[in-house]
């Protein structure tokens, strides 16, 4: 069955330091894959997606996610993280299951903290 | 101008209870969804709609009754409250009927509390 792996529960930052957050998946076919960021108190908000081409996509709010099949990841980049990048992140991948119909599949989302 | 919306936006209520969540989207989309996110922050998909048809059912216990009047409304109605049931409840819709690459719209979310 399709899954979602984020491996780090929490990770702190200092703001203008660089972020990585990790995302592995297992899916049979070409995965279709997501990054959501989910603010305290707020819904989720799609901050990229990739579901073919450049394995290197780019987001808003200076995102990127590069897919890398070998290593069935999809990790989740940015070169200077802002005080307001503090939030919850989910990585999915979407699933077409026999109804023809998208189900997205999330992982257990890691929660990004600013230091000063 | 709220894309998806959901009401009420806290709702505590005793075991035993019946209650109501419901939701709107005013993006014209086709496709609708429900999701449980527990304490861990995990979220899980429900129910899907399209088009007032139910598409996708998650082994959700009968009491959990997913409702469309039409395709610009996904109602979710719970009978007999457990206390398990508390978790944050988000909706979300998509535009196009079908394809695994859809980027889904998810409203504010609804917390529920039983006690």
């Known amino acids: 069955a399709q899954s979602v792996t984020q491996p780090d529960i929490h990770i702190t930052v200092s703001e203008g330091a660089s972020l990585e957050l990790r995302c592995n998946y297992s899916?049979?076919?070409?995965?279709?894959l997501f990054w959501y960021v989910q603010s305290p108190g707020q819904g989720l908000q799609l901050l990229l997606k990739?579901?073919?081409?450049?394995?290197l996509v780019q987001g808003i709010k200076g995102f990127e996610a590069e897919f890398k099949r070998s290593q069935s990841s999809f990790n989740l980049r940015k070169p200077s993280v802002h005080w307001s990048d503090a939030a919850e992140y989910f990585c999915?991948?979407?699933?077409?299951?026999?109804?023809?119909?998208?189900?997205?599949?999330f992982g257990t989302g890691t929660r990004l903290l600013v230091s000063p | 101008d709220t894309a998806v919306s959901q009401t009420p936006k806290y709702l505590v209520t005793q075991m035993g209870n019946d209650k109501s969540i419901k939701c709107e989207q005013n993006?014209?989309?086709?496709?609708m969804y429900w999701y449980k996110q527990d304490s861990k922050k995990f979220l899980k998909i429900m129910f899907s709609?399209?088009?007032?048809?139910?598409?996708i059912n998650e082994t959700v216990p009968n009491r959990f009754s997913p409702k469309s009047p039409d395709k610009a409304h996904l109602n979710l109605h719970i009978n007999s409250l457990e206390l398990g049931d508390s978790a944050v409840y988000f909706c979300?819709?998509?535009?196009?009927?079908?394809?695994?690459?859809?980027?889904?719209?998810f409203g504010p979310g609804t917390r529920l509390l039983v006690l």
């Open positions: 979300a819709s998509s535009e196009i009927s079908g394809g695994a690459e859809e980027t889904q719209y």
């Open positions: 993006l014209g989309h086709d496709t």
């Open positions: 709609y399209n088009n007032k048809e139910l598409i």
């Open positions: 990739y579901f073919s081409g450049d394995t």
């Open positions: 899916y049979g076919a070409t995965p279709y």
């Open positions: 999915a991948v979407g699933d077409l299951p026999n109804t023809g119909f998208q189900k997205l599949v």
